[in-house]
Nanobody, 113 residues
Framework: EVQLVQSEGGLVQPGGSLRLSCTAS????????MGWVRQAPGKGLEWIAS????????NYEDSVKGRFTISRDNDKNTVYLQMVSLKPEDTAVYYC??????WGQGTQVTVSS
């Protein structure tokens, strides 16, 4: 079956950086659109980034544009989310997904002093 296994998160200071990874199996990763969605405490799901079959084709939600970078390594079946200049409002559970139909287990990222 489709599996998306995410790296662990943790506590990061404001202005800090963190890279999340999501390793996929059970489908043709190379042709799949991948993305990241997050859920902040007390709030709903928020799409933040996606990357399509061709690497230059990426999209970002405005609040993370210029700070977050989504990338993929097809040889490793892995999609990444590089986060820099983190803000307290970035605190959330981050989910990797395939085209919106399959989800990783979630990674808690807390941005706080």
């Amino acid at each position: 079956e489709v599996q998306l296994v995410q790296s662990e998160g943790g506590l990061v200071q404001p202005g800090g950086s963190l890279r999340l990874s999501c390793t996929a199996s059970g489908f043709d990763f190379e042709t799949a659109a991948m993305g990241w969605v997050r859920q902040a405490p007390g709030k709903g799901l928020e799409w933040i980034a996606s990357i399509f079959r061709f690497v230059p084709n990426t999209n970002y939600e405005d609040s993370v544009k210029g700070r977050f970078t989504i990338s993929r390594d097809n040889d490793k079946n892995t999609v990444y989310l590089q986060m820099v200049s983190l803000k307290p409002e970035d605190t959330a559970v981050y989910y990797c997904n395939r085209g919106g139909d399959s989800w990783g287990q979630g990674t808690q990222v807390t941005v706080s002093s």
